[in-house]
């Protein structure tokens, strides 16, 4: 790629849950579900304060260091079975604004990928539910990477299959640890929360609130 195609090139990485489909729910009943079955009750804020993180690393913070990785393996798998089960049984529906700004994106030639610490099993489900398969070149999941959020592996890695480099890239995430991960690689980054408490270059309660601007401006 030359220079000015570099400086054209554009991308958004889309965190999945919680930033394009509200799945929460399943997450927290298949968790605590799992969990209870193991004997090891679990509080929502424990729930919380995991999100957005990949499975072994949440497990590992739950079980202790101790926990082999057969089990952590093994609870983690009955756990995504689990989700899956409610997200098809109960179905799944994008955020507000969340399918009207992909679309957007696609038809104004900004690239798209999808980031996510979820399995790439999970991914597939919500991206076919919600009906935005077409409009994305990449989805990048757990299996994609070696370590979670916060560190930027799963962002950069988006970010190579699209072919445009870091700094041309704007990530949307609705977790902490997600917004950490797009500093830490270069990324500018919008954030998503209701309650504000997220240090995003562009934060708004809801994507339906996003200037119509907002992506053009953080790259410049």
């Known amino acids: ?81 689990l989700y899956r089960e409610f997200a098809r049984s109960e179905g799944l529906v994008a955020l507000p604004g969340a399918e009207q700004w992909v679309k957007r994106l696609h038809a104004d030639g900004w690239r798209q990928a999808i980031a996510s610490s979820a399995p790439r099993a999970n991914v597939e489900v919500m991206v076919e539910a919600v009906g935005i398969a077409g409009y994305l070149q990449a989805l990048v999941a757990a299996e994609d990477v070696t370590v979670g959020k916060p560190d930027p592996q799963v962002f950069l890695t988006a970010a190579a299959r699209l072919g445009v480099p870091a700094r041309r890239c704007v990530v949307v995430e609705d977790a902490p640890a997600g917004v950490e991960a797009a500093r830490a690689g270069g990324m500018r980054s919008i954030g998503v929360s209701a309650t504000g408490n997220l240090a995003a270059d562009l934060l708004v309660r809801s994507l339906a609130d996003l200037p119509p601007d907002a992506f053009e401006r953080l790259l410049g």
């Open 1 to 81: 790629m030359t220079a000015a195609q570099d400086d054209k090139s554009r991308a958004v990485l889309w965190d999945l849950d919680g930033t394009l489909v509200d799945s929460g729910d399943y997450h927290w009943r298949s968790w605590r579900d799992t969990m209870a079955a193991e004997g090891q009750p679990l509080t929502y804020q424990q729930f919380l304060d995991s999100f957005g993180q990949r499975n072994d690393r949440i497990l590992t913070g739950w079980l202790g260091r101790d926990a082999s990785p057969s089990l952590i393996a093994r609870i983690g798998d009955a756990k995504e079975a």
